[in-house]
Each structure stands twice: as C-alpha cells, then as structure tokens.
C-alpha cells in the first residue's frame, strides 16, 4: 500500500564505489523527483521526470544519473562515490507541483 | 539565490501555545505554497497548502496565512501538541517545480 517507496533505505559503501537507489510510485502520478536532503535538513531537487521525460536537472554533478524506466519508477545511479554525497535521497511523486508531493521515507547514504 | 525563506530556524513552544513559521518568496510566478511536517527517519508529508487567491486557510489547529503583496505567508499551530515536535518546511511551487524553506524544526514542551 506504499504511494512511494525507496529501496534501500540505508546505503553504507566506500569511496569511490557505484550505487543505484530505486523508487517506485503506485499513486499514477505523471512527475517523480529526486531530492537530496543534508546533514542541516536543507531539500534540494535534483532532477525532475514527467512521462519518462527529463524536465529538470538541476547542477548537479554527472555522477549522478536518473533512469524512468516507465512513469512509476525513478531510479538514481551514482557513480564514484565521494564522502560529499553522504546525504538522506528522497524520491517524490506529484500529479502535478501545484497539488503538492508524495514523499518516499527516504534513503541513507553514507559514504565512508 | 534562495527563492524561498524561512523563519526561524528552531523553535520551542509550550504545549498548548501557538506556533508560527514565517516564509517569504520571490517570484511572482509562484502559485502553490503547501507547507510540509517531516518527523525523524520519514519522508516530508503535505500538511497543509494555499492557492495565492484567498488569504487564509484552515485545517484543523493549522492555518496558513498569505499576504500577496508583502510576498509572504505563515503557518500558525494552535494549541500546539508534543506529538507536533517535527521540522516544518514551506515551499513555493510553479508548474513543474517545487522550492523548498530551510525549514524549521519545532520542539512543543509538555
């Protein structure tokens, strides 16, 4: 009964290593995000799909890379991983952004 | 350039007082301000929006209130609880894109 869940939910991996986070949306929303959330609970978008389409990507290193597979899912893919990147991810869903966003629970990941 | 900000950054209240959170915005594109309640470990839930025609919304103990011309709205929590302890984020939405307050994290007190 999830409307947005992130797997895994905690993501602990070594410098230097790739990692892909998955999200997956049963609400039939149109737009999903990413949005990276800092140790000072300061939420940032990263990228933005409608339809499988990219319509934001914020500055954001090239590291990071989104796949919509189909408009229920949003996966992130993060290559070379940097201590930097230690954050909590959240996955979000909107039918459209002036009906507001469904959040995921989040992923934890830490870079070590 | 923060498009969105938000006061204060903590704050502590006495269970049954009032809380309120202060936000202001930039852009005159902006057409949703929902307002979002995240507790510890959970993603940030939708609590509470308003559209930048009427002035005032009520949802239970949380009102939004929204000065169009000063570019600025609030959330206010009436008798506040310590099941309210969480951090509060506004945002300013136009089509396609949402931006988030620093946000505030709130502490009631029994």
């Known amino acids: 009964d999830t409307a947005v869940s992130q797997t895994p939910k905690y993501l602990v991996t070594q410098m230097g290593n790739d990692k892909s986070i998955k999200c997956e949306q049963n609400?039939?929303?149109?737009?999903m995000y990413w949005y990276k959330q800092d140790s000072k609970k300061f939420l940032k978008i990263m990228f933005s799909?409608?339809?499988?389409?990219?319509?934001i990507n914020e500055t954001v290193p090239n590291r990071f890379s989104p796949k919509s597979p189909d408009k229920a899912h949003l996966n992130l893919h993060i290559n070379s991983l940097e201590l930097g990147d230690s954050a909590v991810y959240f996955c979000?869903?909107?039918?459209?952004?002036?009906?507001?966003?469904?959040f995921g629970s989040g992923t934890r990941l830490t870079v070590v | 350039q923060q498009q969105v900000k938000q006061s204060p950054q903590s704050l502590i209240v006495q269970k049954g007082g009032i809380s309120i959170i202060n936000c202001a915005y930039e852009n005159t594109a902006f057409d949703y301000f929902p307002w979002y309640q995240q507790f510890p470990g959970k993603g940030p839930a939708l609590l509470i929006a308003?559209?930048?025609?009427?002035s005032e919304k009520k949802e239970g103990r949380f009102t939004i209130s929204f000065n169009k011309s000063a570019k600025q709205f609030s959330l206010h929590i009436m008798d506040s609880q310590p099941g309210d302890s969480a951090t509060y984020f506004c945002?300013?939405?136009?089509?396609?894109?949402?931006?988030f307050g620093d946000g505030t994290t709130l502490t009631v007190k029994p």
């Open positions: 979000a869903s909107s039918q459209d952004s002036i009906r507001g966003y469904t």
């Open positions: 308003i559209r930048p025609d009427v």
């Open positions: 609400l039939g929303h149109d737009t």
């Open positions: 945002a300013a939405s136009s089509p396609g894109k949402s931006t």
């Open positions: 799909y409608n339809n499988k389409e990219l319509i």
